[in-house]
Nanobody
Framework: QVRLVESGGGSVQSGGSLRLSCVVS????????MGWFRQAPGKEREGIAA???????TYPDSMKGRFTVSTDNANNTLYLQMNSLRPEDTGMYYC????????????????????WGQGTQVNVSS
């Protein structure tokens, strides 16, 4: 059974940084699209970043500049580096994956991700 487990969340002051991790276990696939999302209380889920097997990354305009997505394929781990955090970044952060995502297909926050982690909480205080 494929599992995605996030970690690295916590409490940080405004301007601080965090690095989230998402470890994939159970099976690994040659072609993928993986992404990070977040959801604040009372708000809709929003996409942060996506990355495919070739290492191509996409970010919504609102997320460009402070967030960086990366992967360590040898360790089946997805990362999200978050810098200059703001109170409005507070929320539950989730990783997601789509397997057999063939090269050349768009990989972004609108991809139909079939696997999700349970989330890790990020709290940013002013």
């Amino acid at each position: 059974q494929v599992r995605l487990v996030e970690s690295g969340g916590g409490s940080v002051q405004s301007g601080g940084s965090l690095r989230l991790s998402c470890v994939v276990s159970g099976y690994t696939y040659k072609h993928y699209c993986m992404g990070w999302f977040r959801q604040a209380p009372g708000k809709e889920r929003e996409g942060i970043a996506a990355i495919d097997t070739d290492g191509s990354t996409t970010y919504p305009d609102s997320m460009k500049g402070r967030f960086t997505v990366s992967t360590d394929n040898a360790n089946n781990t997805l990362y999200l580096q978050m810098n200059s955090l703001r109170p409005e970044d507070t929320g539950m952060y989730y990783c997601a994956a789509r397997w057999w995502h063939l090269p050349g297909l768009p990989c972004n926050e609108q991809t139909d991700f079939g696997y999700w982690g349970q989330g890790t909480q990020v709290n940013v205080s002013s």
